[in-house]
């Protein structure tokens, strides 16, 4: 038997321009996080075979946040959906989606959340899904609120639902952030400019979806994620730990 050297997996490189870098001085906190110099390490086949996600482990009511306690929570109750792309526009199936957002206050329920808001008992804030054939997923929730953060004076951020994509394996996992269109404080959000194409920034922002929505029950909105590509969604650097 002849043996014949690691296999490589074939490298995929960011297109330039689309996502936004590590280091984002008016974004403060990049400025101690972000890496001085970055070695991409070759990808071996070790780290897209697994571990894998067993799809077992997500059932249907993860991604209804407003039926994970024994009251509703307060708020707007919002429909989000999308469909999770490839660069070719074809659907990506079978992919696990998470969301994380505060509740309509504004609020986390984390420890490191001290905003003065109220906590919502009936409101945790964290879903999943798997996408279907078509690469579809969908979330029931609450729109939720602005906060601030202090990263400079009045700094609130815009709301937002954060997004992990896992993809097929741990190695893969991506994370973004999904806006409202028209939200007033686009301009002094250091995090959704630190995406500086302006193109590639109105791919964050989720479309009002009229033909989802459910009568006289919630407003529904939309966000396709294309993963890869020119016409990516653009996507955080490094590995989640992201504060706001
Ligand atoms: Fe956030």
């Not at 960011?14 to 936004?20: D, I, K, S």
């Not at 945790?124 to 929730?141: E, H, K, L, N, P």
């Not at 973004?176 to 193109?199: A, C, E, H, K, W």
């Amino acid at each position: 038997m002849t043996t014949s050297g690691p296999l490589l997996v074939p490298e995929y490189r960011r297109p330039q321009g689309v996502h936004p870098d590590p280091r984002t001085p008016e974004y403060m906190s990049t400025r101690l996080r972000a890496p001085e110099r970055l070695t991409v390490l070759p990808h071996m086949l070790t780290e897209i075979t697994g571990p894998l996600l067993g799809e077992g482990l997500v059932n249907e009511a993860d991604a209804d946040l407003t039926r994970q306690h024994h009251g509703e929570p307060l708020g707007e109750r919002i429909i989000v959906h999308g469909r999770l792309l490839d660069e070719g526009g074809r659907p990506v199936a079978g992919s696990l989606v998470e969301v994380w957002q505060p509740n309509a206050a504004g609020r986390y329920r984390h420890d490191r959340d001290r905003h003065p808001a109220p906590l919502d008992p009936n409101f945790t804030g964290i879903g999943r899904c798997v996408t279907d054939a078509q690469g579809g997923f969908r979330f029931v929730t609450v729109k939720p609120g602005a906060y601030p953060w202090g990263n400079h004076d009045n700094a609130w951020r815009p709301a937002h639902i954060h997004f992990s994509l896992l993809g097929r394996a741990f190695t893969q996992r991506l994370i973004t952030q999904m806006y409202f269109p028209g939200d007033p404080l686009f301009g002094q959000d250091p995090i959704f400019n630190s995406v500086r194409d302006p193109v590639a920034r109105q791919r964050l922002i989720a479309h009002l979806d009229l033909s989802e929505t459910v009568h006289e029950w919630a407003l529904a909105y939309r966000f396709d994620i294309v993963l890869r590509g020119p016409e990516s969604t653009p996507m955080e650097d490094g590995e989640g730990d992201h504060d706001s």
